[in-house]
Nanobody
Framework: QVQLVESGGGLVQAGGSLRPSCVAS????????VGWFRQAPGKEREFVAS????????YYADSVKGRFTISRDKAKKTVYLQMNSLKPEDTAVYYC?????????????????WGQGTQVTVSS
């Protein structure tokens, strides 16, 4: 059973940066596509970014383009979400998810495994 674990969230001032990471226990992310989603209080979980298993396909939500970068380190079996120029509206719980087919889906339904999430809070 693959379990995803996120870390690297926290509290930061507007304009600051954070770099959450996602690792897998009981398996490996190396052959999986990975997506990041976020959910703010009272809102639906929304797509943020995704990367294919090869790293050749990358997708971003319009709201984060130019500020967030998704990447993967195969040696460390880790996927990162570099978040720069953070805004208060980026405040949410951030989840990573894995697609066993190695794609980079933008739909929640295409992901088989989910982490528990890491809180990101951006103060104004």
């Amino acid at each position: 059973q693959v379990q995803l674990v996120e870390s690297g969230g926290g509290l930061v001032q507007a304009g600051g940066s954070l770099r959450p990471s996602c690792v897998a226990s009981g398996g490996t992310l190396s052959t999986y596509g990975v997506g990041w989603f976020r959910q703010a209080p009272g809102k639906e979980r929304e797509f943020v970014a995704s990367i294919s298993s090869s790293g050749g396909l990358l997708y971003y939500a319009d709201s984060v383009k130019g500020r967030f970068t998704i990447s993967r380190d195969k040696a460390k079996k880790t996927v990162y979400l570099q978040m720069n120029s953070l805004k208060p509206e980026d405040t949410a719980v951030y989840y990573c998810a894995a697609d066993t087919q190695g794609r980079a889906p933008i739909r929640r339904a295409d992901y088989e495994y989910w982490g528990q999430g890491t809180q990101v809070t951006v103060s104004s």
